[in-house]
C-alpha cells in the first residue's frame, strides 16, 4: 500500500502522514516525525496542513487514500472529527477527542495518545507518585489528563474557569469538580495545568497566588510555549519539582508514529527535534 511520487524521474516510494488543524504553520509535530522517519529507516513524509472546519470532512475522506498511514489532530478538530471516523479506541470514546487518526485498508480508528502520552512524560519526570491530584481546566487536554490519571487509580479533583465545564467533565469522567478556594492544597502531590492560561504569556496563570501544596508534590504544565510559564517560575521558587509540557508533546507524538508504522523510535529522538538538536533531513 506505499504511496509513489516521482522525485527527479527516479520514482520514490513514500509513506504519508499529516497534521490537520487550523492554523497548523505552528506546529512542532513536523520536525518531530520527520526525525522519527529518519531513525526508523522509513521513506515518510509528514505534512502540517491547515484545514477549516468545514473542510474536516473531505480532508478526512483522504486519509482512506493509498501509501497514508494516519494524521494528528489538533485545535478545532479533535472533537469534531468523531462521527466522521469507522471507529474510536476506548481512550478517544471516553475522553471525547481524538487526536491521532489510523488508517489501516481503508478503515480509520481514531485515537487519543495524549492520555498515554501525558503518563509517559510524568513518569519521565519521576512524577508518578499516588496521591491527590488536581488538574486544572476541563477542556479536551484536561479530560485526557482526567482519564489518564484515573486509569492509575489516582484521586483526581478538576478546577476550571467556568464552573459547568468541570461538572460535565466529572459527570462523564468521574472525579470531582472543586472551586479553587475548596481544594485541600496542602495535601496535593500532583498539579497539572491542562488550560490554555499561560500559553503564549509569561505573566499569566491558572492559578494566583500558587498555594502551598504537598511536600514532595509535582507541578506539570502542558503548556511548553513559553518554556517557562509563571507557574513554573513560581513553584520552582517554593522549592517545587515543576515540568512544562514538551515531554507530553513528545510522547503523544512518540505513540501516533508507532501506532502508524510499528516502529518503536526513542522519546529522545522526538525531544532531541523539538529541542533543535537534531535537523530534521529533506523530506522525500
Ligand atoms: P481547550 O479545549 O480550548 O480548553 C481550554 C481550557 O483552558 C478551558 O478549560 C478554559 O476554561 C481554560 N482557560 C482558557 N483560558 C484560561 C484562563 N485565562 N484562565 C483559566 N482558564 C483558562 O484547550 P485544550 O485542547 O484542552 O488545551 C489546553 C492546553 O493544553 C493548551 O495550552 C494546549 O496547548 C495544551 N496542550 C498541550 C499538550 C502537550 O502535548 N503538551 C497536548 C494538548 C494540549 P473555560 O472552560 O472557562 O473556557
Known sequence: MLGSVIASGVPVRVWRTFLYADPAAHSLSPQMHAAAFAAAGWPG??????????????????LRAPGVLGANLSLPHKEAALPLLDDLSPAA??????????????????????????LAALDGAGASAAGLSVVLGAGGAARAAVYALHSRGQEVLVVNRTPERAAALTRDLGGQALGAAEVPWAQ?????????????????????PLPALAPGAFVYDMVYKPAETR??????????????????????????????????????????????GVQAPPQP
Open 45 to 62: 513524509r509528514y505534512e502540517a496542513r491547515r484545514v477549516a472546519p468545514q473542510d474536516l470532512p473531505a480532508a478526512i475522506g483522504e
Open 93 to 118: 470514546r471516553a475522553i471525547g477527542a481524538v487526536n491521532t487518526v489510523i488508517h489501516r485498508d481503508g478503515r480509520l480508528l481514531g485515537d487519543n495518545t495524549d492520555a498515554p502520552g501525558f
Open 188 to 208: 496535593v502531590r500532583l498539579l497539572v495545568n491542562a488550560s490554555s492560561a499561560g500559553l503564549g504569556d509569561p505573566h499569566s496563570s491558572p492559578l494566583t
Open 231 to 276: 507557574l513554573l517560575r513560581e513553584a520552582r521558587a517554593a522549592g517545587v519539582r515543576a515540568e512544562n509540557g514538551l515531554g507530553m508533546l513528545a510522547h503523544q507524538a512518540r505513540l501516533a508514529f508507532a501506532a502508524w508504522t510499528g516502529a518503536e523510535v526513542p522519546a529522545e529522538v522526538f525531544l532531541e527535534a523539538l529541542a533543535g
